[in-house]
Structure formats: structure tokens, C-alpha cells
């Protein structure tokens, strides 16, 4: 079954300093990947996502995700966190982007934690 | 242009007792997902609602049922309401073509006394 791992489920970063989350995934096709945020008492935003074109994705906020079919990764990354970049992030996968009904696998989430 | 809403935003109900939370989708949407969230966990999906019929089921029991209406917009139902039924509930809409993301509400959070 499609599955996505996220390593870590605290990240401490300073403020200006890089922000990598990991997630690695699990799929017996091509998948499409997401990367959500999540702050205090909300849903889900979508940051950016992968559907198969460019394998170097750029999404909201200054972040960014490398796809690398190799080594089944899909890192979120930013240059240089900002305190309002604290929250919850959720990598997600759909199992069978094929088909015309895309429910979302989620990891267990990463929560970022930005000091001054 | 509003997106995804849901009501109401908190509700308590005790063991037993059954549950409507409601979902509209964002303009354009003609596809509605439901998410569990438990505490500390990542969404869990329930099921999807597309052209008012269930297209797709989670690894959830019969408790759970749904519906979609004419307009897209989507109820959720649980009856025999358990305590680990408590968390948050998350409606997601989108196009049903493949490659379109889904846009989350911000969830109606369900406790169990």
C-alpha cells in the first residue's frame, strides 16, 4: 500500500537558519505528492505539489520540494526560516493518480519550531 | 471567492448520540473528501463524495456515513458516537480530474464526553 514516512516529528530550526523536513514514500506508481501546512485550529494548506512535470517544485511561502524517484524522497525545503513558518507540515501521497478520484495518504506530520 | 467551509466549527456530544457536520465546497468544486484528524496524527480519509454517490471508502465502520448533495455541498454522519471518535473532522474539495489538489476547510472539531 501507497505510504508516506516522515522523519522527525520536531524540527528546531533559528530564525534565518535552513529548514529541511524529510519525507520518504512508498508507491508501486508514479505518485503525486503534496506538502500541507497546518497552523493552530486550522485545516490544511496546500504549500506544493508534484504531478509529474518538473521534478523541482517551488510552492508558497519561499518553499521548495526536490523530487528524486532514486531515492523515493520528497524534502521540503526552505533557505531561511521565518517565525511565522511554526506549525504542523503533512506530506501526503495519492495512491493511484491515475484514476480520476485522488484520495490523500498523509504522513504523521512534522511539527516546525522556529526560535529568534 | 470563499473556499471551503464547514459547520459548526466545535461540537460535544456524549457516547451514544449521533452527528451531522456539513461541508460546502469551494466555488467550482465538484468533489468532497472527509478527513479524521486524531490529536498528534495526520488526516485520516473517511471517504469521497463525487456526482452525489461514494466513490471512494477508508478503512472507517458503517458509523460513518455521508452524503452530497445536488449543489456539491457534502454532510458527514456518525451514529453510536464512540470516545475515540473525538478529533478533528476535515472536508476537502476538488475537481475530479486527477492532478487537482485538494483545498481543506479548517474543520470542525468533535469532542465525545
Known sequence: ?116 | DAGVTQSPTHLIKTRGQQVTLRCSPKSGHDTVSWYQQALGQGPQFIFQYYEEEERQRGNFPDRFSGHQFPNYSSELNVNALLLGDSALYLCASSLAAGSQPQHFGDGTRLSIL
Open chain 1, 1 to 116: 500500500a501507497q505510504s508516506v514516512t516522515q522523519l522527525g516529528s520536531h524540527v528546531s530550526v533559528s530564525e534565518g537558519a535552513l529548514v529541511l523536513l524529510r519525507c520518504n514514500y512508498s508507491s508501486s506508481v508514479p505518485p503525486y505528492l503534496f506538502w500541507y501546512v497546518q497552523y493552530p485550529n486550522q485545516g490544511l494548506q496546500l504549500l506544493l505539489k508534484y504531478t509529474s512535470a518538473a521534478t523541482l517544485v517551488k510552492g508558497i511561502n519561499g518553499f521548495e520540494a526536490e523530487f528524486k524517484k532514486s531515492e523515493t524522497s520528497f524534502h521540503l525545503t526552505k533557505p531561511s526560516a521565518h517565525m511565522s513558518d511554526a506549525a504542523e507540515y503533512f506530506c501526503a501521497v495519492t495512491p493511484n493518480p491515475n484514476t480520476g478520484f485522488q484520495k490523500l495518504v498523509f504522513g504523521t506530520g512534522t511539527r516546525l519550531l522556529v526560535s529568534p
